[in-house]
Nanobody, 116 residues
């Protein structure tokens, strides 16, 4: 059974940090590019960060460049999103996505709230 399970969300003050994790099972994660998306109520899902299967290439939305870092550990089938210098506008549900060939898998999401 294919699963992506996100964790690490929560409430943090502006300027703080969080590290999100995505645990993949039921498929060979290293064959898939992985992405983090986020979504707030009433808005479209926004691509935040991308990493290739090997981890050799990453890309970020302009709004998070220099603050967020995506990484992966293929030995553990996990992907991480380190989020620093968080702002209230980063508040959203964050989703992990695995994309490869005709397959496109999603996690259930984890809530990140940035507020004082």
């Amino acid at each position: 059974q294919v699963q992506l399970v996100e964790s690490g969300g929560g409430l943090v003050e502006p300027g703080g940090s969080l590290r999100l994790s995505c645990a993949a099972s039921g498929f060979v994660a290293r064959r898939y590019a992985m992405r983090w998306y986020r979504q707030t109520l009433g808005k479209e899902r926004e691509l935040v960060a991308f990493i290739t299967g090997s981890g050799g290439t990453t890309n970020y939305a302009d709004s998070v460049k220099g603050r967020f870092t995506i990484s992966r550990d293929n030995a553990k089938n996990t992907v991480h999103l380190q989020m620093n210098s968080l702002k209230p506008e980063d508040t959203a549900v964050y989703y992990c996505n695995a994309w490869g060939g005709s397959n496109n898998y999603w996690g259930q999401g984890t809530q990140v709230t940035v507020s004082s």
